[in-house]
Nanobody, 121 residues
Framework: QVQLVESGGGLVQAGGSLRLSCAAS????????MGWYRQTPGAQRELVAT???????NYADSVMGRFTISRDTAKNTVYLQMNSLKPEDTAVYYC???????????????WGQGTQVTVSS
C-alpha cells in the first residue's frame, strides 16, 4: 500500500557529507511525520531525526548541529543532509513515515529498505 524508497547512501571519508532522500508513494491520505533512523549490527535501531507535517524537527544529540532534516510535502519526500560525518555515523539508515490511508482508519507506520552509510577514518 505504501512504499518508501531511499537513496543517497554510500562511502565517504570522515569530515565529508552525504545527502539521503526518501520518497513515499501509495494510497496515502496524509503524512504526519517522516524521519530517519539508523542501525548497526547487534544494536537497536535508533532515532536520527524526525520532521512533522508542520515542520517541527527533532534530532538525536549525537547528530545535532551536523545533520539537517527537511521535507518536500508536495513530493512526499524527506531528506537528511549529513555533514561533518564521523566513523561512528556508519550504519544502515532507514526512512520512516507515519501516515493515514484512504483505505483504512488509524495511523500507520512504514519503513524503507535501508541504505548503507559508511564513514572511513
Amino acid at each position: 500500500q505504501v512504499q518508501l524508497v531511499e537513496s543517497g547512501g554510500g562511502l565517504v571519508q570522515a569530515g565529508g557529507s552525504l545527502r539521503l532522500s526518501c520518497a513515499a508513494s501509495g494510497s496515502i491520505s496524509s503524512i504526519r511525520t517522516m524521519g530517519w533512523y539508523r542501525q548497526t549490527p547487534g544494536a537497536q535501531r535508533e532515532l536520527v531525526a524526525t520532521i512533522t507535517n508542520g515542520g517541527s524537527t527533532n534530532y538525536a544529540d549525537s547528530v545535532m548541529g551536523r545533520f539537517t532534516i527537511s521535507r518536500d510535502t508536495a513530493k512526499n519526500t524527506v531528506y537528511l543532509q549529513m555533514n561533518s560525518l564521523k566513523p561512528e555515523d556508519t550504519a544502515v539508515y532507514y526512512c520512516n513515515a507515519k501516515v493515514t490511508l484512504y483505505s483504512a482508519y488509524g495511523l500507520y507506520n512504514y519503513w524503507g529498505q535501508g541504505t548503507q552509510v559508511t564513514v572511513s577514518s
